[in-house]
């Protein structure tokens, strides 16, 4: 085949590409080249393409080759997920991603800190500008909060509240991120905490952060901590355990509360069970990311522990998400020369497909409470 037919093939893939992406995003009220928020500027027609092979990793990545554009990212991948347009494109390329999650442990111990080094480790700088003061980088709770500060002291009072905790008590923090709970919990409850971390710069940060007060930051693996706890806590880092692994983080944590401990999970979840993580998610911002179902954590504490109280409130994500957005978008300007236009273009993406996913109750963020033995009388969740 001479050049000139290839080109001809290929420009005929592109047209029937465009097509089929065209005629799929009408189903969602989207259009190509409109002029609403939500619509879509094709800069380059080979995105459909990529789209139709590859899914969402195709899409994405055609995002930050600059191919297409769109105001409101946010907007469109809420109603991409709402008409469930995701499900309408299977590549079958992307059968081994699924398989890979299926049938390999991808959060072994020896796996577990390449999302560390690969996206917590990226820069204190863009998370210094993008969180809070905290730097709480995990869903703030909006009931009564209207700033990304207060959403985010809401939600660390409201997981020390549900501990109950008590002064001298001694708290394992499981993925304690920058010590953002570990520093409120010491300082406004009196307690003693060990957190750890994968990522080593988190946790120099965390140590800068806490010093002078009753904690302790490691870099370590859930799996090595042996010490027996009043209480525990993981918010956020559930997301990066792994199907294969749910059942021995359990029986881990039990093995570190004490009798008549309490622990707190704090987790996003999905709704379907047998679904895939997201291809693009996966390579660009969390490797080996596995976000949970309802399903795998009920079977994950079975015979391990009671489940006392579980708290959902993901469309909070969405609200904290687009705060962090705003904040990165100010940002930028003085991030721009160390990072770079393509990094630019995927973080937002990142964060914006993310808060689209939870305003269309996609995906979900969890709180369980947890208990060995049962809470004698019942758990009563604080006000």
Known sequence: ???????????????????????????????????????????????????????NLGLGEAYMDGDWDCDALDQFFDRILRTRLDRAVSPLRLVFHALRFRLLNLQTSKRAFQVGEQHYDIGNDLYRAMLDERLTYTCGYWEQATTLEEAQEAKLDLICRKLDLQPGQRVLDIGCGWGSFAKFAAERYGVQVVGITISREQAT?????CAGLPVEIRVQDYRDVRERFDHLVSVGMFEHVGRKNFREYMEVAARCLRGDG?????????????????????KYIFPNGDLPSLTQISQSVEDVF?????????????????????????????????????????????????????????IQLWQFVLSREGVRGGYRRPA
């Open 1 to 55: 085949m001479d050049q000139q037919s290839i080109a001809g093939e290929s420009r005929e893939q592109a047209s029937g590409g465009m097509k089929l992406i065209t005629d799929l995003l009408n189903r969602a009220d989207i259009r190509v080249n409109g002029t609403r928020p939500w619509d879509i500027r094709v800069h380059n027609p080979r995105m459909a393409q990529r789209t139709v092979t590859q899914a």
């Open 205 to 209: 940060l965390a140590r800068e952060l």
């Open 262 to 282: 309490l622990f707190l999970l704090h987790t996003i979840g999905k709704n379907l069970t047998r679904s895939t993580p997201d291809p693009w998610i996966d």
């Open 306 to 362: 009671v489940i006392e109280d579980v708290h959902s409130f993901g469309p909070d994500y969405d609200r904290t998400l687009m705060a962090w957005h705003e904040n990165f978008e100010a940002a930028w300007p003085t991030l721009r020369d160390s990072y770079g236009e393509r990094f630019y273009r995927m973080w937002k993406y990142y964060l914006l497909s993310c808060a689209g996913a939870f305003r269309s109750r996609g």
